[in-house]
Antibody, heavy 122, light 112 residues
Framework: QVQLQQSGPRLVKPSQTLSLTCAISGDSVSSDSSAWTWVRQSPSRGLEWLGRTYYMSKWYHEYGGSVKSRITINPDTSKNQFSLQLNSVTPEDTAVYYC????????????WGQGALVTVSS | DIVMTQSPLSLPVTPGEPASISCRSSQSLLQSNGYNYLDWYLQKPGQSPQLLIY???NRASGVPDRFSGSGSGTDFTLKISRVEAEDVGIYYCMQTQQSPLAFGGGTKVEIK
């Protein structure tokens, strides 16, 4: 059974960096059959795919359009986890952030973290 | 980027009655291998989303057979044959054909 445990600050000031971590148990961040993904949810944007990292002979990183210039998703193989960093946040980045496991074949999200409400406010 | 559009936004339903949700993509999700890359998720109140249907019409493990997915190309439908009280929540379609992946805006299903 795969479990994803999210952690990180829940309050971030405008212009600063939002940082979250997703610890994986029951699978490996280096698995070649999975991609490790961040999704957020807000009343104004609904569910929004932010990006993912995965390993297939080398590491790949893919990011969504609305945050592409501000986002970094990195694996940490020593701790079997992956992280989200979102720079230069504004109140519009206030949302519930989820980490999730994506299967390459077939393609779907099968495991999700519990979600973390991150508020951007001074 | 592919844009996903769902309708209706809200769907009041009577237990035991059928329900249907529509999803349209801005580009075809049908690939040359014959598969449609479209998933359906249900987010129950206070929970993370859960997979219902993948690749257009395949029920995920443990999903009751009252849920079915159909469609091809750009037009897809999720049907519930007989709604139960536990089916309330927000339903999302999602295209999985190409990055960036994208969700529809959601359909809120509630009991009348």
């Amino acid at each position: 059974q795969v479990q994803l445990q999210q952690s990180g600050p829940r309050l971030v000031k405008p212009s600063q960096t939002l940082s979250l971590t997703c610890a994986i148990s029951g699978d490996s961040v280096s698995s070649d059959s999975s991609a490790w993904t961040w999704v957020r949810q807000s009343p104004s944007r609904g569910l929004e795919w932010l990006g993912r990292t995965y390993y297939m002979s080398k590491w790949y990183h893919e990011y969504g359009g609305s945050v592409k210039s501000r986002i970094t998703i990195n694996p940490d193989t020593s701790k079997n986890q992956f992280s989200l960093q979102l720079n230069s946040v504004t109140p519009e980045d206030t949302a519930v952030y989820y980490c999730a496991r994506w299967g390459h074949a077939p393609r779907y999200f099968d495991y999700w973290g519990q979600g973390a409400l991150v508020t951007v406010s001074s | 980027d592919i844009v996903m559009t769902q309708s209706p936004l809200s769907l009041p339903v009577t237990p035991g009655e059928p329900a249907s949700i529509s999803c349209r993509s801005s580009q075809s999700l049908l690939q040359s291998n014959g598969y449609n890359y479209l998933d359906w998720y249900l987010q129950k109140p206070g929970q993370s989303p859960q997979l219902l249907i993948y690749m257009g019409s395949n029920r995920a493990s443990g999903v009751p057979d009252r849920f079915s997915g159909s469609g091809s190309g750009t037009d897809f439908t999720l049907k519930i044959s007989r709604v139960e009280a536990e089916d309330v929540g927000i339903y999302y379609c999602m295209q999985t054909q190409q990055s960036p992946l994208a969700f529809g805006g959601g359909t809120k299903v509630e009991i009348k």
